[in-house]
């Protein structure tokens, strides 16, 4: 796995003074980060923020004030030039478990007018060609992760927002699915990977961010030498 | 792969849909359930040799057996319709598929537009099966009046599954969705019902396409179909967003 191919310069997504609200709990306190093209980990305890951080990048969650911008544009999901550009994958898999592998990957392919030849790469990237007939319902939970990370990669978006990808999942699936994040990676594509098991990531990633409280306590950058604390 | 159009993107997630019910089967039996239960209760409530023609004691005075018989299909199918509305967005709120759903390029009212649709063939059904089952029980003889009956309950339907598919929407994202759904759509589907019972109970009383067309109550169906599908399109997006 190749973690030095990339250097990333191109900001990609902006969040000024971005605060989210639950009632009276404050999930995130005002943020301001720039983060660029690459691959950029959002690590942090149980709690910390890191999945509602994610849902607002996602453009599913509207902030209770300060601003996100994706590539310059307000991100909202109800943009369509913004939401083509996103693949998420939350807590849950987004996939319908009654229908089967295929068929549930067939119907985002065709909703995002991928070619089905797609589908297939992206299964065979991730190692379940075999249980591609196989109703979603019926997987291990480690197995649906890997179709919901399939599901989210498949349009090759430009931003990658992942919740916890590696929940579940055995070393020899963790390093599939950090494959297929490399794999997608290029110059201009951003993804953001929230684990509270920074280990894995940390071992591709081209930034890292430490989320506390809903504050953001730490940001650095990889560079030729080691990390420089960004902003 | 050329990326497809607003129709063929709906007419995608109906049949996700539909071919979701056919393996889960967790929405229609229920709703075929309810309504032949109550089509039996509800026969059993009427004397065995009344007519259409004859008049029943209630309270307040006396009604045509038209009318209470009319009453008794919309109000079954009204609450059919609720049972099944209610499970409208279970199948995408079970794995949070509605988030991955709201991310895909299309517009908010192609998703309304499918659920919509899919609740109407859900709706459908039952009345299909319902229908006869009220002909059976009741003894209703409309002769070629069949086709203006069909033509009454499909222009209630689009009203109905328009309102009910926004109301499901909201209540989907309230822990109580069960009870919040009716006590939300109930009071916006009273006229459309109404003018569903006044023209039913016209066609069982005998009167033909001619009284029907000649009640105010047709054009009030039709304003409220415009109306209801009409904000259900618009107001879709800030109910799922």
Redo the contacts between chains.
């Keep these: 796995m190749s973690n030095s191919a990339f250097r990333s310069e191109q900001s990609c997504i902006e969040l000024v003074g971005l605060t989210v609200s639950y009632g009276s709990t404050l999930a995130l306190r005002p943020v301001d980060l720039t983060l660029y093209d690459g691959v950029t980990g959002l690590f942090g305890p149980n709690g910390a923020g890191k999945s509602t951080l994610l849902r607002v990048l996602a453009g599913l969650l509207r902030p209770t004030s300060g601003n996100a911008t994706l590539f310059g544009e307000e991100i909202r999901a109800s943009r369509e030039s913004i939401r083509r550009r996103i693949g998420y994958v939350g807590h849950e898999s987004g996939l319908y478990a009654r229908l089967s592998v295929i068929e549930n990957l067939t119907l985002f392919a065709n909703l995002y007018g991928v070619a089905s030849t797609r589908v297939e790469d992206v299964l065979e990237r991730l190692d379940m060609s075999e249980r591609r007939t196989t109703q979603v319902g019926a997987l291990s939970a480690g197995l649906v992760r890997r179709v919901a990370v399939a599901r989210a990669v498949l349009h090759e978006p430009d931003v990658l927002l992942l919740d916890e990808p590696y929940a579940n999942l055995d070393d020899d699936a963790s390093e599939r699915v950090s494959a297929t994040v490399l794999d997608w990676r290029a110059p201009g594509r951003v993804a953001i990977i929230a684990t509270h098991g920074a280990k894995r990531v940390k071992a591709f990633a081209d930034a890292g961010i430490i989320i506390q409280r809903g504050a953001v306590i730490s940001y650095r950058r990889r560079t030729a030498t080691g990390y420089e604390v960004a902003t | 792969?050329?990326?497809?159009g607003f129709v063929?993107?709906t007419t995608?997630?109906i049949r996700?849909d539909l071919?979701?019910e056919t393996?889960?089967r967790d929405t229609l039996p229920p709703m075929l359930a309810f309504c032949l239960t109550v089509a039996l209760l509800l026969a059993f409530s009427l004397p065995g040799n009344a007519v259409m023609q004859d008049v029943v004691e209630v309270p307040i005075g006396t009604v045509a057996l038209a009318d209470v018989i009319a009453g008794f299909l919309w109000i079954t199918i009204l609450f059919a319709g609720l049972i099944g509305f209610a499970r409208t967005f279970e199948?995408e709120r079970?794995?949070?598929?509605l988030?991955?759903l709201?991310?895909?390029?299309?517009?908010?009212s192609g998703l309304f537009a499918a659920k919509a649709l899919s609740n109407l063939v859900y709706i459908a059904v039952v009345e299909i099966v319902l229908v006869p089952v009220f002909t059976l029980f009741f003894t209703l003889e409309l002769g070629a009046d069949w086709l203006v009956l069909v033509l009454v309950i499909a222009l209630v339907d689009i009203g109905f599954v328009a309102i009910g598919t926004l109301f499901a929407s909201l209540a989907a994202q309230t822990r109580s969705r069960e009870l919040i759904l009716p006590v939300l759509a109930l009071p916006s589907l009273v006229p459309i019902f109404i003018a569903a019972v006044e023209l039913t109970s016209d066609l069982f009383a005998g009167g033909g396409l001619g009284a029907v067309a000649a009640r105010g109550w047709f054009g009030i169906l039709l304003l409220f179909d415009l109306v209801f599908v009409t904000v259900g399109a618009l107001a879709f997006?800030f109910a799922v967003?």
Aim: aromatic share 0%.
């Design positions: 792969m050329a990326e497809r063929a993107k995608l997630l996700k071919l979701v393996r889960a199948v079970a794995d949070g598929a988030d991955a709201l991310l895909v390029p299309l517009d908010r997006e967003d």
